[in-house]
């Protein structure tokens, strides 16, 4: 072997990225591989917009199969996005005997028992660092050097889009439809939102930490998914005013056998360690039975982060064609014979601390009303907070619970909102005080 | 292969934990490399201490030739630490044709080169994961995942007692060798603690570091050390009255071809990233030309964490043998053929902001004496402060520069010190304000 061919699928932003490292560190991945890593192929359905780098035309196509047909090529990129024809695109690779390198984590999370499957029987490598994180190298850690633990948990901030908008609320007080407004004209939130802030993307993350951590494959639609549109700002203060940082977290725990995998909008001290990851970046707290906890941030999206990620997966891929070995890890961290298939929690039967937040007439009797109620259902307050009061309005009541079960907390609340002294629908967040 | 055989060389507070790793979580390895990895010799000059773990006498042994000469082993742990035997222990394996997992950072940062090279040249790995950070896989995201970028700094902190004593006297106020006497009877310092406080333990691991970022030897003994023991709680007091906390780092930075490698006692400010890492907790954060800034943090020490790290590599040993290819990636992350021989800068050429600390006679125009000899050497200083004032004592002064150039500084608080409205030694301490 005198040199490794790399086709590219998707030119858009974080293809544009690979392209740039090729173009800036190709001398680098060939002196740490000791022979040349070569782009020779890109395909895309848009071949004339400007990306900002020069490609040589000769490269580029609209034609996927030519390049999966390719026998030159030994190493394809799918970074087209989303199910179709990504799966087809990446089956096809697989088929051909080539390795793939993804950073498509929709495809993944619910196609992946699929591809990792024609993976194994091909003796092809699928590697996916960018899928998760951004740059940040969270799947590699797992697989590789944090292999020998048992994890116990693992605890997630994967949507710069989400983060950013939660810290802008936060430091700004603006609410959630006016930060979401400015963070599309700045090109951090899409047009369409809703894969973001409704959490899917974090869920599909989640899938996949989930699958590597506990040795499972998981159901990506048994993930418990709520994302962060229904938080106000005024939720943010109050959650500051008792000392906590509301972060879109997602949330992974093995208990005796069954898995707790949910993304949701999660309070959490602000002196743990999660609760400084600020804006665009992404981080992932891990707890192993050895190790115990590690934390990994950095820049959870972006180009250049991605192709950081991208990139090392090639590499990766490289080292296994220039030493002559079939896959050296597991794309899953273990082989598929002994991937479990443990169930999902259901979340009825989640315990969780829990914010409580209602509007209710400001007259006599209705905290007490309130608390005989939650005391009926086993659950017990740890603080109160009745900040403002306007007359003749309805006034905002606030509780922190101590733990208490999640279908407990729903019964609650059912009745709760059945009472004429409350307006509206209450709000429960729940709340992670320990993250071990 | 039917089975991986380990052999164990030091079983002392490291070793147990790898024994227990063995007994807990056998199963889950086994899983993983679908063959089992087990561990049929341990050799130590003790061993009849209790160590708290249950193992079969067959396997202990005083004789660790006749461990190196055993030809079912292939793969050999090294916890013994420090350089001699353990280098001539590492040469035999090597030469034996067995894989070495290694926690010894003393020897790898001294005799690295002679190390590395001969395993290149026998064709095994030398993995040490644990030598750097205990449990933080940061070792195995330089070599695999962020291969593809230039680094262009490295800041860590890593050594747990240096960064217990700091955290201690930063809390209580409490002054260096008070805390760290308690901290030897808590058993987080060593009875001769010089290795650690000194920065020697920070300086060997920077090391290690600086070779794998930036692709070169590194000459141990170019690599300035400076320890925490002159570091008052004072000094501690000053740095949070301007917003920043005291961290012993260690500094990798690539500039022009040169680099900088660097130990000392840094004032850091108190929302960067690292200046709320504390306790025996380690972090090191990377900065990339693609993936940008990435921060891995987690115990950095600890029977169990380190364990976790050294079976990290063993499985990765194994992985490759399982697999059939030779060593998967070189132990510096690039073969020794491009490995390359930069220069460290000297001290003299660095430039820094700096934390200035004078005790001086409490009469008029004692700052304007320190100013005017700061603004001789083009000095030029950010904020000042002049706190406690006790007529007739000697009161402290400090002064907070710009950017300066370390031999301006020294020059000029020489020419200070001799002044006669100076008591004692001034001291300074550099200051990081960009970790970019």
Do not use: W
């Amino acid at each position: 072997m005198d040199k490794i061919n790399v086709g590219l699928l998707g030119f858009g932003t974080i293809g544009t990225g690979v392209v740039e490292v090729f173009q800036k560190n190709g001398d680098l991945l060939q002196e740490r591989l000791g022979l040349p890593l070569e782009l020779v192929r890109i395909a895309d359905l848009d071949i004339t917009t400007d990306r900002g780098v020069t490609v040589d035309p000769g490269l580029l196509s609209t034609d996927a199969d030519a390049l999966l047909e390719d026998p030159s090529i030994q190493v394809v990129i799918e970074l087209i996005g989303g199910y179709e024809p990504a799966r087809t695109f990446v089956l096809k690779a697989i088929s051909q005997g080539k390795h793939v390198v993804t950073a498509n984590k929709a495809l993944l999370a619910k196609h992946g028992d699929e591809i990792f499957a024609a993976a194994e029987s091909a003796g092809v490598n699928v590697m996916f660092e960018a899928a998760v994180g951004g740059g940040i190298p969270i799947i590699s850690a797992i697989k590789e050097n944090l292999c020998a633990n048992r994890f116990h948990s693992l605890f997630g901030i994967l949507n710069g889009t989400c983060n950013y908008i939660l810290t802008r609320m936060a430091d700004d007080g603006d609410d959630f439809e006016t930060v979401l407004k400015d963070a599309q004209e700045k090109g951090y939130a899409e047009a369409d939102p809703t894969f973001d802030v409704e959490g899917i993307d974090t869920a599909h993350k989640l899938a996949l930490l989930c699958g590597l951590c506990f040795g499972t494959s998981v159901d990506f639609d048994s993930i418990y998914t709520e994302g962060i549109s229904k938080v106000t700002a005024l939720d943010i203060q109050f959650a500051d005013a008792f000392g906590y940082k509301l972060k879109l977290l997602a949330i992974g725990k093995m208990d005796n056998g069954e898995i707790e995998a949910r993304v949701h909008p999660t309070m959490i001290p602000e002196s743990y360690p999660l609760a400084d990851i600020d804006g665009v970046f992404n981080a992932v707290r891990l707890v192993g039975d050895f190790v115990g906890p590690v934390l990994l941030s950095g820049h959870g999206a972006g180009s250049e982060a991605t192709a950081s990620a991208v990139m090392g997966d090639v590499v990766s891929v490289a080292r296994d064609l220039v030493t002559g070995c079939s896959p050296h890890s597991p794309a899953m961290a273990c082989p598929r014979s002994v991937v479990r298939d443990l169930s999902i929690k259901p979340m009825s039967d989640i315990v969780s601390s829990y914010y409580l937040r209602f509007f209710v007439n400001d007259q006599p009797g209705v905290l007490g009303t309130i608390t005989g109620i939650l005391g009926k259902y086993q659950i017990s307050i740890e603080s109160m907070m009745q900040p403002h009061r306007h007359e003749a309005e309805a006034v905002p009541i606030v509780l922190m619970t101590h733990e208490a079960n999640e279908s407990n907390i729903q019964a609650a609340l059912t009745e709760i909102d059945r009472q004429d002294v409350i307006q509206g629908e209450s709000l429960f967040i729940r709340i992670e005080n320990r993250l071990d």
